[in-house]
Nanobody
C-alpha cells in the first residue's frame, strides 16, 4: 500500500485549505483511513478518520465542526477540507490506513503517507 498526500500550504487564519491522500496497492474494503498531524516538538495526534466501507467519520474535538473528511471510492482518494483554520492547526499532516475501523492511535495504523505541511499565519 502506498499513500501520497498533497495539498498543504500557507494560509491566513480563518482561511480554508484542502489536503488529499491518494491510496494505491490494493482494494480497500474493511479499512479505515485517517488524518493525523504533528507539530514541532509535539506528538502525532489524530485529526479525522473515515471508514472505507460505511463512510462513518470521526473527528478530534479540536477540529470538529471546522474540518470535514470524505472519500472517493473510485479514485481511492481521501480528502480533508479544513475551514476556519487557526495558527494552532499548523503542522505536518499525514494520512494513514489500517485494516479495521477507525482508531485514534497512530500505532494501530499500518501504512503512512509522507506528510504535507500546513502553515496557518495569524
Amino acid at each position: 500500500v502506498q499513500l501520497q498526500a498533497s495539498g498543504g500550504g500557507l494560509v491566513q487564519a480563518g482561511g480554508s485549505l484542502s489536503v488529499t491522500c491518494v491510496a494505491s496497492g490494493r482494494t480497500f474494503t474493511s479499512d479505515a483511513m485517517a488524518w493525523f498531524r504533528q507539530a514541532p516538538g509535539k506528538e502525532r495526534e489524530f485529526v479525522s478518520g473515515i471508514n472505507w466501507g460505511n463512510d462513518r467519520t470521526a473527528y478530534s474535538d479540536s477540529v470538529k465542526g471546522r474540518f470535514t473528511t470524505s472519500k472517493d471510492r473510485i479514485k481511492k482518494t481521501v480528502y480533508l477540507q479544513m475551514n476556519s483554520l487557526k495558527p494552532e492547526d499548523t503542522a505536518n499532516y499525514y494520512c494513514a490506513v489500517r485494516h479495521g475501523a477507525i482508531t485514534r492511535w497512530p500505532a494501530e495504523y499500518d501504512y503512512w503517507g509522507q506528510g504535507t505541511h500546513v502553515t496557518v499565519s495569524s
